[in-house]
């Protein structure tokens, strides 16, 4: 019993500043990592590559989950845990994203990954703002969750009624022409440059016309991530943190699947039920007079994705001989 009590109740040993701090000087040392380590070169990264960083990924936040656990608890724990399942299960949408901007831009292979390491950069500073203001509009409008609630069970309902081969060519999308219409691009790849300056004129390459579209679907997707993990919790930092441990592992997760994310024909299913249940769970203590706890949250979620990730593959698994 003592035992138990030491593994799950909280022991406060650091101060929220110093928890903070931690969790920032990780971040960093993953990034140099990422940059100056594994990926010092423009080259197209190897499938063991790219799967020994996701692993790695995978692993820091599981680590990153166990101090949380020992610091607040398990039941923050279990939140953090479930937050990351849920953003990284959300990811793999943008990896299909990432793929269709790349082709229609034109970005080589060995140049996808200084795109995707400066939109993670930009990602992580665009979640802080905007689950700064999620947070701001809870403490002072505690109805705001109703509304986070009524868009996940929306989004929700619309994966699953949304038939396959809708969409359409990514060039004719909104945000492909607008951002065609504020910048002066040069029709060619530049080798690693984002900026040019030919003819006494300044041009932007595909690589930055790429990471600007890029950046703009990423605050698209954080409308519904976002709402997605205030509803799991409301403690800012297990918001922050797992969302950003999510996104660390995006570009390694990009390149060890962006051939083959096309056969997880059933994920959006599993992705459709977690957001629908998500977005019902705070009605349940008013409705069925018992609380869902971060365990099970946790669970539901899990058994969900792996669910939808199995199916895929069983129902595709022959599509690979034809």
């Given at each position: 019993m003592h035992i138990g009590n030491f593994l799950t109740a909280p022991h406060y040993v650091l101060s929220p500043w110093a928890m903070w701090s931690i969790f920032g000087a990780v971040v960093l040392a993953l990034l140099?990592?990422?940059?100056?380590?594994?990926?010092?070169?423009?080259?197209?990264?190897?499938?063991?590559?790219?799967?020994?960083?996701?692993?790695?990924?995978?692993?820091?936040?599981?680590?990153?989950?166990?101090f949380v656990i020992?610091?607040?608890?398990?039941?923050?724990?279990?939140?953090?845990?479930?937050?990351?399942?849920?953003e990284k299960s959300l990811s793999l949408d943008n990896i299909f994203i990432m793929s269709l901007v790349f082709q229609a831009v034109g970005v080589p292979r060995e140049y996808q990954h200084r795109v995707l390491f400066w939109g993670i950069l930009g990602a992580i500073v665009?979640?802080?703002?905007?689950?700064?203001?999620?947070?701001?509009?809870?403490?002072n409008f505690h109805w705001v969750l109703y509304v986070f609630s009524g868009i996940l069970v929306y989004t929700g309902v619309k994966m699953v009624l949304a038939k396959d081969g809708e969409e359409t060519d990514f060039k004719d999308s909104k945000i492909y022409q607008m951002v065609g219409r504020f910048f002066h691009v040069t029709p060619e790849i530049r080798g690693a440059h984002f900026f040019?300056?030919?003819?006494?004129?300044?041009?932007?390459?595909?690589?930055?016309?790429?990471?600007?579209?890029?950046?703009?679907?990423?605050?698209?997707?954080?409308?519904?991530?976002?709402p997605a993990i205030f509803l799991i919790t409301q403690d800012v930092f297990?918001?922050?943190?797992?969302?950003?441990?999510a996104i660390l592992g995006l570009r390694a997760l990009y390149f060890l699947l962006e051939a083959i994310v096309y056969k997880f024909k059933y994920l959006k299913y599993a992705l459709s039920l977690i957001l629908i249940f998500i977005g019902l769970k705070i009605f349940v203590p008013m409705l069925l007079e018992f609380e869902i706890t971060p365990l099970q949250s946790l669970a539901v979620t899990f058994s969900l994705l792996?669910?939808?990730?199995?199916?895929?593959?069983?129902?595709?698994?022959?599509?690979?001989v034809k």
């Open positions: 140099f990592f990422d940059l100056f380590v594994f990926n010092r070169k423009n080259e197209v990264p190897s499938f063991v590559h790219t799967l020994v960083l996701c692993l790695l990924y995978v692993a820091a936040a599981g680590i990153f989950g166990v020992y610091e607040e608890g398990l039941d923050k724990g279990m939140d953090f845990y479930t937050g990351f399942l849920v665009m979640r802080a703002l905007l689950i700064g203001v999620g947070d701001v509009l809870i403490v040019v300056c030919e003819n006494g004129r300044h041009y932007i390459t595909p690589l930055f016309f790429a990471l600007v579209i890029i950046e703009l679907m990423d605050v698209v997707f954080a409308l519904d991530s976002i297990v918001v922050y943190t797992s969302n950003i441990f792996s669910g939808g990730i199995l199916l895929s593959i069983y129902k595709t698994r022959n599509e690979s």
